[in-house]
């Protein structure tokens, strides 16, 4: 019988699961079940779940077949423990290092009573920390066991379950369980601690209690916050049903007003249709459950009158505030509130259904995913007007003929913006630019991600210099639909972009040509570049470093390496954008370029040219690898700073434990995989299979088609013929067998 039995109710949290399952396995407390009740999670919660538990005997799993809700999937999982103690766990919370072992020695050292009350922190999708501001309560209790009538103070803590851990036995012999609906932790945490004989308290941070910028149940607008009667009701028959309680009526009765008022307060949590009618019903109980003589609270003596009455109390109490918080948003506002109301006219018109605008890196060209996603519309529904947003003239010379386009921030750019519906981008829309209703913005982003990305980013001081991510959040929820190529994908975008997106599981668009690639795809290319026929390409692809002031670091003497590599070989390199126009290319790449020792193709506009002329991708850590692995051709990763890389950024996974191919962590060896062949090798092959199998699940060559029907014409029953994937995968570049001899 193992110690805890920790119940981790689980839906759509995919983003925050393996976190909060690996700070609970991970504990140096092993003596320990968890029992993980999917209820019927839509995205990839429940595959999470199965893979942790086949991997660890300590968690079962179970799946409900529907929805049924917090306190239900609570229930569900009560009749499967077996441990002396029962430990609720939030599945986007997370269990502090230690934490396991602390509530065991302090169980141990009071004698197992009925209930351990433990500290917490609140924790911020800002990167903050705030410990409970009634942590006192908790030192002050420290001294053996109590009941609530020896410390009343401890219901003045977060009414919550799991802050908490329950004998078992105490929890089957009264009864207890958890109701529908929301504030399901009210009438369990009121009547458990009522009735516990032996209370205890550790004043130590267990848990930290995850603060969503998005996605916190009660956050969300909606008439399910009435259920708050319902629970305070069953509270209310739980007292009655035992005589000796009833004591605490006056107790409960101030404290039920002051948390109905407390939700009717709150802007985000009742439509504001719904009000009144809350008010009145909070009244009406208050008055039913009010204790003959009971002297109210001057602060809820409002619930004696009229819900116009609280309107006016309410107002009188915030008009200096008000005041005040206008002035210092004028002032904020006064450099904005003339580019905010030039849409205004434009606005007035109708949203134009057929009209899509797109832009691609910062507004640099036809590019990327949107423009992968452009060139299928103009064939699948060219009844589409797609209109493109470039940043200058010099950009928009640089345009073929016949795309229509606007200059960023012109007139014409904001009556287009104010009329469109439609909007495709793989970076964020500007600040100014207002999102309508009825508009519908699609982010593609700019590959999988391997480094850290968007909210992750606020841990990492050095890799966000000068990037606002709140600034970024706030673009990001005009964000309608985020495409993916792959679940892990799925997972990251969720966790880095707290925002009210849908995640849209299309594939990459841009990376169409590449499932669909044939041999002599890459010839052009390769032409335009001067690469004699018959060479074989070795493409290097570094990316940025975050630890470096600019980001350039040399990881590879270059010419050495065009050398090494011997006759019949051309190396290629393409640099990360953000290193195009600093001062890498002047440190020796143009003038190796002019030399002919190797071929600079940074300024090639579109990567996927690149990749399909290339026989075998080196690079550290560019999230192209992602890409190129869908060719099939040999990946070699070069991390000889793959500590100071991810120490700097931060990613979401060991790529030198995962790799796409072999993993050199130094020149030599890196020269060794090439000189040997080893490079392409059986080894290197199977690596490449299990790493495509996993981040190109949903690439199959239909991926822009599948965004132009989905999502612009709303052709919901699509479905592509037989996928690319499911051919002859793509040929080298070269039109040769990689694997025959140098």
């Not at 409002?302 to 002032?331: F, I, K």
Request: hydrophobic letters at 40%.
């Amino acid at each position: 019988m193992p110690r805890f039995s920790v119940i981790v109710p689980v839906f759509k949290v995919q983003g925050f699961l393996r976190e909060c399952l690996d700070s609970v396995l991970e504990q140096s407390y092993r003596d320990i079940e968890v029992i993980a009740v999917d209820d019927c999670s839509p995205d990839g919660c429940g595959a999470i779940l199965d893979e942790y538990a086949a991997r660890d005997a300590r968690v079962r799993v179970l799946h409900l077949p529907e929805n049924v809700g917090l306190g239900r999937a609570r229930n569900a999982g009560l009749p499967h423990a077996t441990g002396d103690f029962l430990l609720f766990l939030d599945s986007d919370d997370t269990l502090t290092p230690g934490a396991l072992r602390a509530l065991a020695d302090r169980l141990t050292e009071t004698s197992d009573p009925d209930v351990l009350v433990f500290d917490y922190a609140r924790t911020y999708w800002w990167g903050g920390t705030r410990r409970n501001v009634l942590a006192h309560v908790l030192a002050e209790a420290s001294e053996g066991t109590f009941t609530v009538a020896d410390r009343p103070e401890i219901l003045d803590l977060l009414m919550v379950v799991w802050n908490k851990v329950y004998r078992r036995d105490f929890v089957a012999r009264e009864g207890f369980t958890f109701p529908p609906g929301y504030y399901e932790d009210t009438p369990w945490t009121f009547p458990v601690l009522l009735s516990a004989s032996r209370i205890a308290t550790l004043d130590r941070i267990c848990l930290n209690y995850r603060q969503r910028r998005q996605g916190n149940i009660l956050s969300t607008t909606s008439r399910k916050h009435f259920d708050i009667h319902d629970q305070y009701e069953r509270v209310f028959a739980f007292v009655d049903s035992r005589p000796q309680l009833a004591s605490w009526r006056p107790y409960l009765h101030t404290k039920m007003g002051e948390h109905c008022l407390d939700i009717l307060a709150k802007p985000d949590r009742l439509p504001p249709s719904a009000k009144a009618e809350f008010f009145r019903r909070t009244a009406e109980m208050f008055r039913r459950h009010k204790p003959p003589g009971l002297s109210v609270p001057p602060e809820l003596r409002v619930l004696e009158g009229s819900y116009p009455l609280y309107v006016a109390w309410r107002q009188a109490g915030r008009a200096g505030r008000e005041l005040g918080r206008r002035a210092q948003a004028a002032r904020r506002a006064a450099g904005t509130r003339v580019a905010a109301r030039r849409p205004t006219l434009s606005a007035r018109r109708a949203l134009d259904p057929d009209l899509v605008l797109y832009s691609a890196f910062s507004h640099r060209g036809v590019l990327g995913d949107p423009a992968a996603v452009y060139r299928a519309a103009r064939v699948i529904a060219p009844h589409l007007r797609g209109v493109w947003v470039v940043r200058d003239e010099e950009a928009a010379a640089l345009l073929p003929p016949d795309v229509e386009h606007v200059l960023l921030d012109s007139p014409r750019y904001r009556r287009v913006a104010a009329r469109a519906t439609y909007f495709v981008n793989n970076v964020n829309w500007p600040g100014p630019l207002p999102k309508r209703p009825g508009s519908v913005h699609i982010h593609t982003h700019q590959g999988t991600p391997l480094k850290y990305m968007g909210a992750d980013l606020l841990d990492k001081p050095g890799a966000r210099y000068g990037l606002d991510v709140p600034q970024m959040l706030r673009r990001a929820d005009r964000w309608d639909y985020s495409l993916v190529a792959n679940p892990h994908s799925e997972l990251v975008w969720e966790r880095a972009y707290p925002c009210h997106f849908r995640s849209a599981r299309t594939g990459s668009p841009r990376n169409d040509v590449l499932v669909r690639a044939r041999p002599d795809d890459g010839a052009a290319v390769r032409a335009r570049l001067g690469i004699p026929a018959g060479h074989r390409v070795v493409l290097y692809a570094p990316t940025r470093r975050d630890y470096r002031r600019g980001g350039h670091v040399d990881r590879i003497d270059l010419a050495r390496f065009a050398e090494d590599l011997g006759p019949g070989h051309t190396l290629v390199v393409r640099l990360h954008p953000s290193l195009a126009a600093g001062p890498a290319r002047g440190l020796g790449l143009a003038e190796l370029h002019r030399r002919g020792v190797l071929v600079d193709a940074t300024d090639e506009p579109h990567a996927e040219d690149v990749l399909l002329a290339a026989d075998v991708l080196v690079t550290d850590y560019s999230a192209l690898m992602f890409d190129y692995a869908l060719l099939d051709r040999p990946i070699v990763v070069h991390a000889d700073d793959w500590g100071a890389y991810t120490a700097g950024r931060g990613t979401y996974f060991d790529i030198t434990a995962e790799p796409p191919g072999h993993v050199s962590r130094s020149y030599r060896e890196l020269a060794w995989l090439f000189a040997s062949g080893t490079w392409r090798d059986e080894e290197s092959a199977r690596l490449r299979s299990v790493f495509r199998e996993r981040f190109g699940t949903f690439d199959d060559g239909h991926a822009s088609e599948r965004v132009v029907r989905t999502l612009l014409l709303g052709e919901d029953g699509w479905v592509p013929g037989p996928p690319a994937a499911a051919g002859p995968l793509p040929a080298p570049a070269a039109g040769r067998d990689l694997l025959t001899s140098s």
